[in-house]
């Protein structure tokens, strides 16, 4: 009931405010679970629609049990599920222009992080979204730079294990950013005690 009076509140909102929300939850949910520190559980979200509800261990199962999906489970230990609950289920609501597009690649992508095993549904989600902003003539809309976009794509890829397209997006990035590297040897010392040089793999870097 929650989720569907969210739903309804984005679908009679500005998309592009609904949008900014979405992306304050992102971060929100990014800061409690990764970045740090946490908050309290109803501390709410500046700017945006109070979501500091189902702090109950009932109402905190009930949003790890939504998030659910391919038999994958999300740990139980993550702090607020709802940012994440809220921001997925109303950006994917929105119309699919290319910012949503990015935002949502984003949000997928995180959500993927919180669960147990790669889920292949959460995978073709991802690929949607890459495949549009792969195809797009002019990203300056995101705000970030081709080389950015490049490189998150092939983290996402990376993630996966797809090797291939993986090191295509990265590749893609280095030619953008003019970066060129080298793979050659140097005699040197790896620690400060070691008395002789030994040969080395070392990478030699210009841009």
Same mark, same amino acid.
């Given at each position: 009931?929650?989720?569907? @009076?969210?739903?309804?509140?984005?679908?009679?909102?500005?998309?592009?405010?609904?949008?900014?929300?979405?992306?304050k939850?992102?971060? !929100?949910? /990014?800061?409690?679970?990764?970045?740090?520190?946490?908050?309290a559980?109803?501390?709410? *979200?500046?700017?945006?629609?109070? *979501?500091?509800?189902?702090?109950?261990?009932?109402?905190?199962?009930?949003?790890? @049990?939504?998030?659910?999906?391919?038999?994958? %489970?999300?740990?139980?230990?993550?702090?607020?599920?709802?940012?994440?609950?809220?921001?997925?289920?109303?950006?994917?609501?929105?119309?699919p222009?290319?910012?949503?597009q990015f935002w949502?690649?984003?949000?997928?992508?995180?959500y993927?992080r919180?669960?147990?095993?790669?889920?292949?549904s %959460?995978?073709?989600?991802?690929?949607?979204?890459m495949? @549009?902003?792969?195809?797009a003539?002019?990203?300056? *809309?995101?705000?970030?730079?081709?080389?950015?976009?490049?490189?998150?794509?092939?983290? /996402?890829?990376s993630?996966?294990r797809?090797?291939?397209? !993986?090191?295509?997006?990265?590749?893609?990035a280095?030619q953008?950013?003019?970066?060129h590297?080298?793979?050659?040897? *140097?005699?040197?010392?790896r620690?400060?005690?070691?008395?002789?040089?030994?040969?080395?793999?070392?990478?030699?870097?210009?841009?």
């Amino acid at each position: 009931a929650y989720l569907k @009076e969210c739903e309804r509140i984005a679908a009679s909102s500005n998309h592009e405010a609904v949008l900014v929300d979405c992306i304050k939850l992102l971060e !929100a949910f /990014v800061c409690e679970n990764f970045l740090g520190p946490p908050t309290a559980q109803d501390s709410p *979200v500046e700017g945006v629609h109070p *979501v500091g509800v189902m702090t109950t261990k009932r109402g905190h199962k009930l949003c790890v @049990e939504e998030l659910l999906v391919d038999g994958e %489970v999300v740990p139980i230990s993550i702090n607020r599920p709802l940012l994440l609950l809220v921001s997925l289920h109303c950006i994917n609501m929105l119309d699919p222009s290319l910012k949503v597009q990015f935002w949502k690649m984003r949000a997928h992508f995180i959500y993927q992080r919180v669960l147990s095993r790669k889920a292949h549904s %959460v995978r073709a989600k991802l690929g949607v979204c890459m495949k @549009e902003l792969e195809n797009a003539q002019d990203i300056s *809309v995101l705000g970030i730079t081709p080389v950015q976009l490049y490189i998150e794509m092939g983290h /996402v890829h990376s993630f996966y294990r797809e090797v291939d397209r !993986a090191n295509a997006m990265f590749q893609k990035a280095q030619q953008l950013s003019g970066l060129h590297t080298e793979l050659t040897g *140097v005699l040197g010392v790896r620690t400060e005690h070691q008395s002789f040089k030994t040969a080395q793999l070392t990478l030699v870097t210009k841009s």
